[in-house]
């Protein structure tokens, strides 16, 4: 389990926060990297109420670059959605992170998986994006904010950190929690995240 305990934690007014690394920032490793991630979120206005362990993962998509160190994270801030998200941002260039390809390696990844029970930027497009198959997403990005993230259960590098500190939040259009979408995984995927 996490730093804090998952139960007294209310999956309404919280985000629910996906974090990986797998490049190197100065002296840090990836692991240090998060660290850091987590001390420059609370300097951020963020307040974390749950962490999850830190857990080796392959790059995706396969043969993308070094494997990764991910975690999750339940956070509260008196923020919108967008600030939020530009909150992450700020974080992820302090920690050096360039994007120039989609999927690529990077120091610092910090995801908005979820804000309660929010959905952006509304039920059509939501499904549009979660149901575009796979060779159209390494082309096609969305223009904007689409939450809750729209390939959430099919990632267990997402679902298995998250499991830990977020069990029973709820999709708000499938209604499946993360424990159901977790479980769902094919076994050989939830496999290759393992914890360090």
């Not at 926060?17 to 692991?31: D, R």
């Not at 990764?68 to 992170?97: C, I, K, P, S, Y």
């Not at 990077?106 to 309660?116: F, Q, Y």
């Not at 679902?159 to 500190?165: A, D, M």
Request: hydrophobic share 45%.
């Amino acid at each position: 389990m996490g730093k804090n305990s998952a139960s007294s934690l209310n999956y309404d007014v919280q985000c629910l926060l996906a974090l990986g690394s797998n490049l190197e920032f100065g002296e840090s490793g990836s692991a240090e990297v998060l660290d850091q991630a987590f001390d420059m979120l609370g300097e951020a206005g963020f307040v974390i109420r749950a962490r999850s362990r830190y857990f080796n993962t392959p790059a995706f998509p396969a043969g993308s670059g070094p494997d990764f160190v991910n975690a999750a994270a339940v956070v509260e801030a008196d923020m919108t959605a967008a600030q939020v998200l530009a909150g992450l941002h700020a974080v992820e260039a302090q920690m050096g992170r360039l994007r120039v390809q989609r999927w690529g390696a990077r120091t610092l990844d910090l995801d908005l998986i979820a804000m309660g029970q929010t959905v952006l930027p509304d039920p059509q497009t939501h499904q549009y994006w979660r149901e575009l198959p796979l060779e159209a997403q390494q082309i096609e990005i969305p223009s904007e904010l689409v939450l809750p993230h729209p390939r959430l259960a099919e990632r267990a590098f997402v679902l298995v950190p998250l499991l830990e500190v977020a069990p029973d939040w709820a999709h708000p259009i499938t209604g499946d929690t993360v424990r159901a979408m977790h479980d769902a995984l094919p076994q050989g995927l939830r496999d290759e995240v393992v914890a360090l």
